[in-house]
């Protein structure tokens, strides 16, 4: 009996080395590869944990979403308040530059009613209180003069449309006389004073 078995053995061993033998070698080692094993399944603690922190990712993107979001509201409020301010502040702008030519011929005609005569110096009298009244109005509204007398040449306030050689060495750079009065709305030039500039 045992010689039987054993003969009975022989074919198999020798069909499980001839199977051996015509395998590849690469189909040999992928057998023994340990990546090919399947994933080793995560607790359910370690599920939980693992979607901890996926939600805590979520969690502070959003909140750095939200933040970005309410800085740029911000901003936009800020700047909208700015803008309205200064609609509000300047929004005469248009209507006071259109009345600065009025402004111009009450000071021409002042400047030619420097006379000895009664008449004349009581129209003058009436013209001067119309104009400084006109004037009142217009300073309240925040329109003021921009100065030039003998003042250094800035070209932040004054356009220069000549140059001429100064008479002292002191007025050079300096503005010597003022063709066009300049004017400011609230700080802001809204005509540059054109003046002539001695060099």
Do not use: W
Request: aromatic content about 4%.
């Amino acid at each position: 009996m045992n010689q039987t078995e054993e003969k009975e053995l022989q074919p198999e061993e020798l069909n499980t080395q001839t199977d051996a033998a015509t395998q590849p070698d690469g189909a040999a080692a992928e057998e023994n590869n340990p990546q090919d094993e399947p994933a080793r399944e995560l607790s359910p603690e370690e599920q939980m944990q693992q979607q901890l922190a996926e939600r805590d990712e979520k969690i502070a993107a959003q909140q750095d979403q939200l933040l970005r979001q309410m800085a740029e509201f911000d901003n936009y409020r800020k700047r909208t308040l700015k803008e309205k301010a200064e609609l509000i502040k300047n929004g005469g702008e248009k209507t006071i530059t259109a009345i600065l030519p009025v402004i111009d011929d009450f000071e021409r005609a002042l400047q030619n009613m420097k006379g000895e005569s009664e008449e004349v110096s009581a129209l003058r009298e009436g013209v001067e209180l119309i104009y400084h009244k006109l004037m009142k109005t217009l300073g309240q509204e925040g329109l003021q003069r921009i100065e030039t007398h003998e003042a250094d040449f800035n070209t932040d306030y004054h356009e220069a449309i000549a140059l001429v050689p100064a008479p002292a060495e002191e007025l050079k750079g300096r503005i010597l006389d003022c063709v066009q009065t300049g004017y400011t709305l609230n700080d802001k030039v809204i005509r540059h004073a054109k003046v002539v500039v001695g060099q």
